[in-house]
């Protein structure tokens, strides 16, 4: 039973305040429901704020007595446009609809094994088949008819991905209570709109892992390799169909689920295309998925990322710096210079910038050292040492090894493992820099490291895109002092970015990975 059985009505791009965490905060209405509650978009925000809220607790707000936080543009109203412009093309005519299709979160909220997550966007679930005899009650017979706001004709021939949002459920918008949560079994990610059916089936699934075979294992972290064009494979058997799961059902189900937390991508259900990499962590009893993203099999651009998603229950404990190191280390396998697909979202965008500095940063470090890392004093008797290039690390013994603490992902770690660099980086740095050797009046000398290269230089070295290498080192300030028209960088300089930016050193280690 449903609380309106009318299309939502959308209001006017009206402005008001709320009081929001003590704050007030200027909101835009973009629905009402019959019961007073008003779906509010706060003013300057990611739409991921966007909820349902009393309308008691609006206040009309004076524009003029306002200013925006940031400039990023709130939801315009919903003109009733029958027609594209002529000036706009068939895409963009489609991509306009679509935002106004998926404005508004069709789920409130997703249990997802022992979590109950608060959703983010727009996803495009498929209407069960009692979904679909609710929704012969709504004006027009049918889901398919189904009136969208400013949208005046919805058909297969205008874009594929209408017509996966018509069978998304758009009538969902409206709904409150247990009938705007989702169900979703956190092994096989099959959705299911009731919670006594996902009870039933989280009973019957044995699926310990995700398909695919592994391409990363360290410690309790494994990275699994899932196409998803691959045909039926004998997986757990699905309590609810004749048939065995295939991977291509998967990886959608998958992506419905990323979709919820992903706004700037649009979701095909043909993954055939597509590489999904899954991070999971072990525990006795099975792989718990912390997070996945996607790449396609051939990108013309060398996109080594299409989307990428870490759960909201796992996020800020470095799983998605993982995925992205990995990401760039399938490109440096592949002999590719890789960067993710356009446009990144706000998130998407301060996570690559972080690690587009913490790899410049690590790779300046190296340059400017005199000495390697694990390096810090050289012995040798009767002649000067060789400061040109990077010195092997003494051989330890196994007597005499001391016990170290465990590391980020509960195993010890190996101080001799190529951990802070990829394979290869010593010899560039050797070809790139020279050590200048001054003398003291006391007969000692002093060592300095002198490097001249270029942009692009530094880019290859990094595998890094020269216009990402660029954008990371204007951000961070080092591009900053020029002197006709050279930029020069200080240890000193990298040293207070790294400090400033709180550099850490790599999550993945490129012995781990298990790719051919």
Known sequence: MTESTSAPARSQNTSYIVNKNGADQLVNILQRRPDGQVYVHYDGFDKRLDEWIPGASLKPANESAHKRKRDTPSPAPIEPETQPDPLMTEEEFDIKHHKQITAQRNFDKVNF??????TWYFSPYPLTDSELEDSTGLPGGSASTFKIPGVNRATVRSHGRTSDLLAGGLTRSHLSGEKSILWVCDRCFKYMAEGAAWEMHIKQCDRRHPPG????????????????????????????????????LYCQNLSLFGKLFIDVKTL???????????????????????????????????????CIIVLPPYQRKGYGMLMIEFSYEVSRRAGKIGTPERPLSDLGLRSYLTYWVATLIRFFRRLLSVLPPDRPTVMSSGRLPDLTGVLPPPSEDANSRKKRAKGWDGETPDSNSTFTSPNGLDDTIAAMRTVLTISNPDGS????VVVRSTLAEIASATNLRIEDAAFALNECGLLGSTLEGV??????????????????????????????
Not at 280 to 302: C, M, N, P, W
Not at 491 to 513: G, I, Y
Request: with cysteine; aromatic share 12%.
């Open 113 to 118: 094994g022992q979590w109950r997550i608060k």
């Open 213 to 248: 075979r592994k391409v990363y294992q360290r410690g309790a972290h494994i990275i699994w390799e899932v196409d998803g064009a691959k045909d039926k494979v004998p997986t757990s058997r699905c309590p609810y169909s004749n048939a065995y799961e295939n991977l291509q």
């Open 268 to 306: 095909f259900f043909d993954c055939d295309n597509f590489l999904f990499y899954i991070l999971t962590d072990a525990d006795s009893q099975r792989d718990h998925v912390l997070g996945f993203f996607s790449k396609e099999k051939i990108s013309y651009d060398d996109y080594n990322l299409a």
């Open 445 to 448: 000398a002093t060592s300095h």
């Open 487 to 516: 930029v020069g960088v200080t240890r000193e300089m990298v040293e207070a970015v790294a400090k400033e930016r709180n550099v850490k050193r790599m999550c993945l280690d490129p012995a781990h990975v298990m790719l051919t």
